[in-house]
């Protein structure tokens, strides 16, 4: 019987490393939780490795992020800033098709305050 639970444990423990690994791996712990939530209700159906539109990859990857580097991390996060602000991203025809993926104004102010201060972060670190 006690041979049991320490198995039960042990196995309980290895599937929460297994997971936290993984986990750390996605785009949840690149992104601020929140940060995160928006990306991808907005912008991960054509900013994301499987989506359709070549140009829209090419500018921006947000599940690649990790892997960019600083100076094209903060290039881009100014952008992003800029193009949510303007109305751009996401683009108009898509909210046509998709009205529930747009951004409202507490969101795009969340996301550009977040990208001013990862902005900052990042020339700190650098
Ligand atoms: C319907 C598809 C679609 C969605 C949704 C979308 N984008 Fe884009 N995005 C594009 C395409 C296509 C381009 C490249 C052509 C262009 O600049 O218009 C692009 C370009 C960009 C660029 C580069 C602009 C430049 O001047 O180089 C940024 C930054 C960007 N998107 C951010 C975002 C963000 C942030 C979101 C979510 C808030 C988002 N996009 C949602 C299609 C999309």
Redesign the pocket.
């Known amino acids: 019987m006690k041979k049991q639970i320490v198995w039960i444990l042990v196995g309980g423990m290895g599937l929460l490393l297994f997971l936290s690994f993984n986990l750390g791996r996605t785009a949840d712990k690149v992104f601020p939780e929140e940060i995160g939530a928006?990306?991808k209700s907005?912008?991960?159906?054509?900013?994301t490795t499987g989506?359709k539109?070549?140009?829209?990859?090419?500018?921006?990857q947000?599940d690649l992020w990790d892997d960019y580097r600083v100076t094209k991390k903060i290039g881009?996060l100014g952008?992003?800033?800029?193009?949510?602000e303007e109305g751009?991203?996401?683009?108009k025809?898509?909210?046509e098709h998709?009205p529930d993926?747009k951004?409202t104004e507490a969101q795009?102010k969340q996301?550009c305050d977040w990208t001013r201060k990862e902005s900052e972060r990042l020339m700190q670190a650098n």
């Open positions: 928006i990306l907005s912008c991960y159906d054509c900013h989506a539109s070549k140009d829209a990859l090419k500018a921006v947000f881009l952008e992003i800033c800029e193009m949510v751009k991203m996401p683009p025809k898509y909210l998709k993926r951004m795009k996301l």
